[in-house]
Nanobody, 119 residues
């Protein structure tokens, strides 16, 4: 079983920065995708950024140039550096991991961390 624990959320003024961290524990397949998703009040959960274990990254258009996803496989941690934050970035941010087991595709979620950006 995989556990994901996020940290680093908080309250910040527009234009500011935050760094989110997500630590994974448990048995994880080497080939995996770790991502950050977010859910704003009254909206669905959307992908923000993803990092494939082989090195490929992908970003939502709304955060390109402002957010950076990075992973430290030794520490089993994925980070999301968020710069030039905007009020519309306010959401609960969730860490997600997708890997494969003998039973097939597995998807795990963290509990979420709140990010609030004020004007």
């Amino acid at each position: 079983q995989v556990q994901l624990v996020e940290s680093g959320g908080g309250l910040v003024q527009a234009g500011g920065s935050l760094r989110l961290s997500c630590v994974a524990s448990g048995s994880i397949s080497e080939g995996n995708i770790m991502s950050w998703d977010r859910q704003a009040p009254g909206k669905g959960r959307d992908l923000v950024a993803a990092s494939v274990s082989g090195g490929t990254t992908n970003y939502a258009d709304s955060v390109k140039g402002r957010f950076t996803i990075a992973r430290d496989n030794t520490r089993r941690t994925v980070y999301l550096q968020m710069n030039s934050l905007k009020p519309e970035d306010t959401a609960v941010y969730y860490c997600n991991l997708v890997d494969a087991t003998t039973r097939g595709r597995r998807e795990s979620w963290g509990q979420g961390t709140q990010v609030t950006v004020t004007i």
